[in-house]
C-alpha cells in the first residue's frame, strides 16, 4: 500500500475510484430510502452514507484528507442527478446547475492542484490525530471533519434542491444570485492562484499582494458569498416569506468560516509567520 499513498498519480486513482464507487453507495441508499421516507430525507440519508463510504478510506490510509473533495465534488452531481430525476429544470434551473458546476469545478481543480499523495494530510487533521487520544480523535474524524461539513453543505444545498423541483423562469433577482455565485467562484479561484504564485516565489512569508493585500482571507468570502448566491436564487422564485427556514444553510456555512476554519487557519498563521500579528491589524478579515 505503501507504493500507492506514496505516488501522486496511484493517490488520484485511487481517490477517483474512492469517489465514484461513493456516488454508487448513494445512489443505491437513495433508491432505497426512497420507499421508505420523504424524497429530501431519502437524499440526505444517501449523502450520509456516501460520506460514511469515503470516511471508511480516510480510516483504511489514516487520512482524513481523502474527504477534502467531497466538499466540491458531490454537490454538482447530487444536484445534477436530482435535476434528471425530477425531469424539471427551468431558466432558474439551469442557471443554478452552471453555477454550481462551474464552482465544483474550480474548486476541486484548486484541490487537485495542492493534492500531493495520499501520505500526506491537511495539517488541521493532522493537528487533531496529534493533540487528541485515538479514541476522541475517531470521533472528532467522523462526527467534526467528515459528517459536519456534509450535514453543512447539504443545508447549504436544500434551496438549490427546492427550486430544481419546478420549471421557474428566471427574473432579474435569479440573475442576480447567478451574477453573486460566479463572481463568489472567480473571487475564489484569483485569490488562491494568487496565493499559489506568492507561495512558490516567497516560500514562509505573508501574502500580502492582490485580493490578499485588501482581506485577510478572500478565498474565504468567496465560498461563503457562493451559498448566498444558490440561496437568493431560490429567493428569486420561492419568495421571501417562504425561504425563512432555507437561511439555514447559509448562515451554517458563514458561523463554519467565522468560528471555526478562520480561527484555526489565523491561529497557525499567528504562530508561524512573524508579523502576521500586524498584518491581523491592518487588513480586514474579508474585502
Not at 86 to 101: D, F
Not at 190 to 218: A, N, T, Y
Request: glycine share 6%; with cysteine.
Amino acid at each position: 500500500m505503501s507504493n500507492i499513498t506514496s505516488s501522486r498519480t496511484l493517490s488520484f486513482v485511487m481517490i477517483i475510484l474512492i469517489y465514484i464507487t461513493a456516488v454508487f453507495a448513494g445512489l443505491f441508499t437513495y433508491r432505497w430510502a426512497q420507499g421508505h421516507m420523504e424524497c429530501y430525507t431519502a437524499l440526505f440519508v444517501a449523502d450520509v452514507a456516501a460520506t460514511i463510504w469515503v470516511w471508511l478510506f480516510g480510516l483504511l490510509y489514516k487520512n482524513v484528507s481523502v474527504y477534502d473533495p467531497y466538499w466540491s465534488v458531490l454537490p454538482p452531481v447530487m444536484l445534477t442527478m436530482w435535476a434528471a430525476n425530477k425531469e424539471a429544470a427551468g431558466q432558474a434551473g439551469v442557471l443554478l446547475l452552471v453555477a454550481v458546476w462551474y464552482w465544483g469545478i474550480r474548486l476541486t481543480g484548486n484541490w487537485a492542484y495542492t493534492f500531493r499523495n495520499l501520505d500526506s494530510e491537511d495539517w488541521r487533521y493532522t493537528k487533531y490525530r496529534q493533540e487528541q487520544k485515538p479514541v476522541i480523535f475517531h470521533i472528532i474524524n467522523f462526527f467534526g471533519l467528515n459528517m459536519m461539513p456534509t450535514i453543512v453543505v447539504f443545508a447549504a444545498l436544500l434551496p438549490g434542491l427546492c427550486l430544481l423541483n419546478g420549471e421557474e423562469n428566471a427574473s432579474w433577482l435569479t440573475w442576480a444570485g447567478f451574477i453573486v455565485c460566479l463572481a463568489a467562484t472567480t473571487l475564489q479561484w484569483i485569490s488562491d492562484r494568487q496565493k499559489h504564485i506568492f507561495s512558490k516565489q516567497h516560500k514562509g512569508e505573508i501574502c500580502k499582494v492582490g485580493l490578499w493585500k485588501h482581506g485577510r482571507h478572500p478565498n474565504y468570502l468567496g465560498e461563503i458569498s457562493m451559498w448566498w448566491g444558490v440561496w437568493l436564487m431560490y429567493v428569486s422564485v420561492k419568495g421571501v416569506n417562504a425561504c425563512v427556514w432555507s437561511l439555514t444553510g447559509p448562515v451554517a456555512m458563514t458561523c463554519l468560516f467565522l468560528f471555526i476554519s478562520i480561527p484555526l487557519m489565523e491561529k497557525r498563521q499567528l504562530k508561524n509567520k512573524p508579523g502576521y500579528a500586524e498584518y491581523k491589524k491592518e487588513t480586514r478579515m474579508f474585502l
